[in-house]
Every structure is written in structure tokens, then in C-alpha cells.
């Protein structure tokens, strides 16, 4: 777990392979406010015919997900 800050507010982020999504699908980056990586990942699912949403997702999406935290200006706590 990393803890980023910005304007008083913290998040934990995860870091590593993604269960939250594995299980819950599309509905993880929707409740995480995260529609960029929801399209992203939308995008790789119908290329892949849902085959790449099981296999290499899970493994990505919380490194991704924290990157665009910190491209977004939240820091490491």
C-alpha cells in the first residue's frame, strides 16, 4: 500500500496484481472515479475478446492507476 496526498486529502493505493478487479470488473474503476483507466481497460477487453481483461489487467492496473495519481499532482506520503 502507498498513501498519496493532495490538498489535505490521502488515498491508499495498492500496488501489485489487482483481485478488486479481477472480481468486480468494469465496476473497480468506476467506483474509483477512474474512467480513463476504464476506458482503457474497455478498449483492451474488445481488442483481446475480454481474454486480455483476465490476463494482463489485473497485473497493470494498480501501477497505472497509481501513475495517473501522480501525473494528476497527488505525492507519496
Known sequence: MITLTKNNQTKKVSTGYSWKLLLFGIFYPIARNDFKGLFIHLLIACLTFGIGYILIVPFTY????????????????
Request: net charge negative; charged share 30%; hydrophobic share 40%.
Open 62 to 77: 494498480n501501477k497505472a492507476y497509481l501513475q495517473r495519481l501522480l501525473d494528476d499532482g497527488w505525492n507519496i506520503e
